[in-house]
């Protein structure tokens, strides 16, 4: 299932790590703090457990929403790319 995960964690190692999380299950990094992609049920659980093991007691806010195919199919999004620089 798709799902998007989005954190406000304060402390800089806890971020970077529950962005290698993130990496490690797959999802794309689509903003700093915002990540997309296609998870079973089973890893959702399994990744919320890591990073909350991760965070402990410091402040943080984690939110991974699934999102039924419905509702990926009916997304809407633009997308622009930076352009490349044809003479790099």
């Known amino acids: 299932m ?3 995960l989005v954190y406000d964690i304060p402390n800089d190692n806890i971020r970077t790590k529950v962005a290698d999380f993130c990496l490690d299950y797959g999802l794309d ?3 700093y ?3 997309l992609g296609e998870l ?3 890893h959702m659980e399994e990744l919320m457990q890591r990073i909350r ?3 402990g ?3 943080a806010k984690v939110l991974l929403v699934p999102i039924p195919t419905d509702a990926w199919e009916t997304r809407m999004e633009h997308i622009k790319e ?3 620089d044809a003479d790099a």
């Open 53 to 55: 093991a991760k965070i």
């Open 2 to 4: 798709h799902c998007l």
């Open 40 to 42: 079973s049920r089973n």
């Open 57 to 59: 007691k410091a402040p």
């Open 29 to 31: 990094r689509i903003q």
């Open 33 to 35: 703090s915002a990540f």
């Open 82 to 84: 930076k352009p490349h």
